[in-house]
């Protein structure tokens, strides 16, 4: 999966990206229990109905992050729809120098 992924990102396929995320969560789901949870997949769920192509999930232990692929515009609406979860929404920028995950 990450392979089909490089390959979409050095093809500049961003939507494939969102796409396979979504696939790789079905996998993953199915993996092991506790995956995932009922408020993880109305989550999930919501940004998908909103526009989302995919999703990822990360942090251990039941916390940490979920960021989704919003083509175009989407991203207002998927915004949107997670407001009424109470989790806050982080923008965030590629970059060609590599990630930054905090600003001073």
């Not at 939507?15 to 969560?25: N, T, V």
């Not at 997949?41 to 919003?70: Q, T, V």
């Not at 806050?88 to 930054?100: A, E, H, L, Y």
Request: charged share 25%; net charge positive.
């Amino acid at each position: 999966m990450a392979t089909r992924m490089k390959e979409a990102l050095l093809k500049g396929e961003l939507d494939l990206i969102g796409k396979q995320m979504h696939e790789a969560w079905q996998y993953k789901k199915r993996m092991a229990e506790g995956i995932t949870n009922p408020t993880i997949d109305r989550i999930y769920d919501s940004a998908r109905e909103a526009g989302a192509l995919g999703g990822k999930i990360s942090g251990a232990g039941g916390g940490g992050y979920m960021f989704f692929y919003c083509p175009g515009n989407t991203r207002y609406a998927v915004t949107k729809s997670l407001d009424q979860f109470g989790g806050v929404v982080t923008p965030f920028d590629f970059t060609k120098s590599g990630m930054n995950s905090w600003r001073v």
